[in-house]
């Protein structure tokens, strides 16, 4: 009998063998160090900002091949936001001409510039020097505090810290984006200092309920409604973990224990996933003998952060047109690619009668009843009105018969879709129907879909 | 020009008409009060009860044809139940036997007989003779104070009363048994009392909301919740409205308004009525587009009003079991015939995909969650278990993807049917798809079904 290596590993050993390839060498650290030394003697060279180094780096908790320097650049509070973003952008595209091999100005509540320099991939963003963390003006003022914070005390936990942020990521939950709405780092670091530890964290997750709630400096103050809440150390009003989703709280959660009742290596490297092809996409879909519908259209010129809420409101609103117009839907996802954006409806029925119910007014309310009778007396209809407890009901030729034509109709613009969405489809949308849905660059979209899992789900499957 | 004969009647007229045809004869009256004078006679010669003339001939607010007549034997309040049903019994069989042609026993909350005497339909009831309405010890004891009541005030009204029990037989609303679920001769009577006269009812119904409150002897001694309240002038405790459904309510205003706009004789007689053809039945469903499909089983042997009750929740049961299992129903309903029941029920899809979504613990109930987990990994399933919120959702083969298969199963007898209901299907149940639905017996079931419309809506269709 021969046993997987991996079982012969005792957690301990997993994570040091783990350790083992993902702490930073040590010449990767000078190398990024001394980047980042340089471009902060440019910034504090110019005599108007104080540049600071923040992020994984500055805490020393950055893995192993990480490629992300942020450099802030901290201005005197008493500038206009106009002259922030002014003198703030001018300094920071002369230091990414003068060091970096590309650049580009980028948007997130602010303006900031995004610079490849030697390899590196740097953030250089301006921001105001204010007295604490609750006093900001602009979310990335939070920033130093919160590296000042973790850089006082991680010290002694930034192996575990290194072990969090990779198993996160390989599970699929790392990252406060709106994508991915999962674990930022440093709430990664203010959990580890919390349970004082990896191992620690692991067996308190395992227990997560929602209404979890986490106040290191016990300063809270305001009321949280989130289902997870770590308030701020640096911002009593600020919850870190609003952005985790209740999903990826528990997928979280779920990792934690399996990963504590069989250690492994599984838990923090992700092969590289396989993707569906046309033909099984097509085999999977006729399986399961639903009705798939695509809505695509030009992805507006934004930030995921920006389009990737729009487009979940949009999936539910057109959801909820599917459903109140009689066609039930099993499953509705949402996916922005660089070109085409897709909503992806799973539908159980692709045609519905002629025939609809159309409830009227209350008898009682004797105006519109009578109006609402006479009305549909005279018009096309199927039967009615009859009385129904107290109201008319009519039977009436359905609008839309398929969902197809549902979809492709100008309907679709009234369901509150988001701004840029919005635009975007005003010039035009493209209604897909079951294996023309698939192209190349969504394959990864529809076998997540097909083969939707929860990360461990697919922890086992990997470990096959 | 020429104007409908109609158009040229007043309102007076209509009713003066009306009247001419439903005011019983003096012959008609001669015949029917001496027959129930012998009945009365030979109960008061047994020595042992009280004969008494009830209903609506001893009020005489009987309409024109009417063969009821109604006799209650008053019996001694300190007999026990079981002691009055005995003696009342051989004495209404004795009577029966005596003066009827034919006569069988019924069964309401006692047993009482049922004769055809001289071509009349007579029911010969025993009950208690109580101090007060308040008092009674069954349903039928509170009859002799009814009759009292009435035939104390409402000789000027005799006329009112009879043109409102012929609009609301017409209309479909006259009889407070389940079927119905309308206006009893008792309550039409106390209507045209309190607001004195017909055409003041009508103006007033005219306006009526839910929430209808009528006390004419100013004692109501509890809250009702009905959406129409007429507290029993005999019984504080009691609304006489209480079998009125909200449907039925707002038919009545319906027909109230109708009338009181355009006067005719086709609100007091409607014409018999003509029933689609299989044929016709057939090409309607096909217009509608939808799936009609129908169970059908032995008829209990009980009265309606024992079974309707029962056949509607057992309707609701089906209707909710069809669509938890993902059949979205248009309409369902229910018929009684002598010899098969039907609950009909009309699809907006026959047949759903293969695939279901079956929503499992939440995660944080980790017992359970491992459980179901571990369970659903090892079973036949198309993907997950999945995260979703805080639960588990696994996607499993739908158990049954043809609603005439789920109909046809076991899961019918679970779903909280009435008690004799679900002793008729224990022995055998018939599903029918379609056209197959259709029978000679229920055309009349089937056309309301299909040309189902309001009371108002009937009578404009057969106006033309």
Redesign the interface.
Same mark, same amino acid.
């Given at each position: 009998m021969t046993l997987c290596w991996r079982c012969l590993l005792t957690q301990r050993e997993v994570e040091e063998a783990v350790l083992g390839r993902i702490r930073p060498q040590a010449a990767e650290q000078e190398e990024i160090l001394a980047i980042a030394r340089e471009i902060i003697d440019a910034v504090n060279a110019s005599g108007i900002a104080e540049g600071m180094l923040v992020g994984s780096v500055a805490r020393g908790t950055w893995v192993q091949g990480d490629r992300d320097l942020d450099i802030f650049m901290l201005y005197d509070p008493d500038l206009t936001k106009e002259e922030l973003e002014e003198r703030g952008l001018a300094l920071a595209r002369s230091i990414a001409t003068r060091f970096g091999d590309t650049w580009r100005e980028k948007y997130a509540e602010h303006p900031y510039i995004n610079a490849t320099i030697r390899g590196f991939d740097v953030d250089l963003v301006p921001c105001y020097r204010v007295a604490s963390g609750a006093e900001i003006r602009s979310a990335v003022d939070r920033t130093p505090f919160h590296t000042r914070y973790i850089r006082e005390r991680i010290a002694p936990l930034v192996d575990d810290v290194l072990l969090l942020k990779q198993f996160a990521k390989a599970g699929g939950v790392y990252g406060s984006d709106q994508m991915t709405e999962g674990f930022a780092g440093y709430l990664c670091e203010l959990l580890v200092l919390h349970y004082r530890g990896f191992l620690p964290l692991l067996r308190a997750a #395992?227990?997560?309920? +929602?209404g979890l709630f986490i106040d290191i400096e016990g300063h809270a103050a305001k009321t949280f409604d989130e +289902?997870m809440v770590v308030v701020d150390p640096v911002d009593p009003k600020r919850n870190v973990a609003a952005s985790v !989703?209740? !999903?990826q709280?528990? #997928?979280f959660?779920?990792l934690c224990?399996g990963y504590l009742d069989a250690p492994s290596d599984r838990f923090f490297f992700r092969p590289a996933g396989e993707f569906f092809t046309q033909e099984t996409f097509a085999a999977l879909v006729a399986?399961?003998?639903?009705?798939l519908y695509a809505v695509t259209f030009a992805t507006p010129p934004f930030i995921p952060d920006v389009v990737v809420p729009q487009l979940r409101r949009s999936l539910e609103g057109v959801r909820a047109l599917l459903e109140r117009s009689?066609f039930?839907v099993?499953?509705a996802e949402e996916a922005m690619g660089e070109e085409r954006c897709m909503l992806l409806f799973e539908l159980?029925?692709e045609q /519905? +009668?002629?025939?609809?119910?159309h409830v009227g007014p209350p008898?009682?309310s004797?105006e519109n009843a %009578?109006k609402f #009778?006479v009305m549909w007396?005279q018009r096309k209809h199927?039967?009615? +009105?009859?009385?129904?407890?107290?109201r008319?009901v009519v %039977?009436i030729e359905r609008k839309y018969?398929r969902a197809a034509a549902l979809l492709a109709s100008p309907e679709l613009l009234g369901v509150g879709l988001g701004k840029h969405v919005k635009q975007a489809m005003e010039k035009e949308w493209k209604v897909l129907e079951g294996e023309e849905c698939w192209s190349p660059v969504f394959a990864p979209f529809f076998t997540a879909f097909?083969?939707? %899992?929860?990360p /461990? #789900?697919r922890v086992?499957r990997n470990g096959k």
């Amino acid at each position: 009998m021969t046993l997987c290596w991996r079982c012969l590993l005792t957690q301990r050993e997993v994570e040091e063998a783990v350790l083992g390839r993902i702490r930073p060498q040590a010449a990767e650290q000078e190398e990024i160090l001394a980047i980042a030394r340089e471009i902060i003697d440019a910034v504090n060279a110019s005599g108007i900002a104080e540049g600071m180094l923040v992020g994984s780096v500055a805490r020393g908790t950055w893995v192993q091949g990480d490629r992300d320097l942020d450099i802030f650049m901290l201005y005197d509070p008493d500038l206009t936001k106009e002259e922030l973003e002014e003198r703030g952008l001018a300094l920071a595209r002369s230091i990414a001409t003068r060091f970096g091999d590309t650049w580009r100005e980028k948007y997130a509540e602010h303006p900031y510039i995004n610079a490849t320099i030697r390899g590196f991939d740097v953030d250089l963003v301006p921001c105001y020097r204010v007295a604490s963390g609750a006093e900001i003006r602009s979310a990335v003022d939070r920033t130093p505090f919160h590296t000042r914070y973790i850089r006082e005390r991680i010290a002694p936990l930034v192996d575990d810290v290194l072990l969090l942020k990779q198993f996160a990521k390989a599970g699929g939950v790392y990252g406060s984006d709106q994508m991915t709405e999962g674990f930022a780092g440093y709430l990664c670091e203010l959990l580890v200092l919390h349970y004082r530890g990896f191992l620690p964290l692991l067996r308190a997750a #395992a227990r997560w309920k +929602p209404g979890l709630f986490i106040d290191i400096e016990g300063h809270a103050a305001k009321t949280f409604d989130e +289902p997870m809440v770590v308030v701020d150390p640096v911002d009593p009003k600020r919850n870190v973990a609003a952005s985790v !989703s209740l !999903s990826q709280m528990f #997928a979280f959660v779920e990792l934690c224990r399996g990963y504590l009742d069989a250690p492994s290596d599984r838990f923090f490297f992700r092969p590289a996933g396989e993707f569906f092809t046309q033909e099984t996409f097509a085999a999977l879909v006729a399986d399961r003998g639903t009705y798939l519908y695509a809505v695509t259209f030009a992805t507006p010129p934004f930030i995921p952060d920006v389009v990737v809420p729009q487009l979940r409101r949009s999936l539910e609103g057109v959801r909820a047109l599917l459903e109140r117009s009689g066609f039930p839907v099993n499953r509705a996802e949402e996916a922005m690619g660089e070109e085409r954006c897709m909503l992806l409806f799973e539908l159980f029925a692709e045609q /519905m +009668p002629a025939v609809v119910r159309h409830v009227g007014p209350p008898v009682w309310s004797r105006e519109n009843a %009578e109006k609402f #009778a006479v009305m549909w007396r005279q018009r096309k209809h199927f039967c009615g +009105p009859y009385i129904e407890n107290d109201r008319y009901v009519v %039977e009436i030729e359905r609008k839309y018969t398929r969902a197809a034509a549902l979809l492709a109709s100008p309907e679709l613009l009234g369901v509150g879709l988001g701004k840029h969405v919005k635009q975007a489809m005003e010039k035009e949308w493209k209604v897909l129907e079951g294996e023309e849905c698939w192209s190349p660059v969504f394959a990864p979209f529809f076998t997540a879909f097909l083969q939707k %899992e929860s990360p /461990m #789900a697919r922890v086992l499957r990997n470990g096959k």
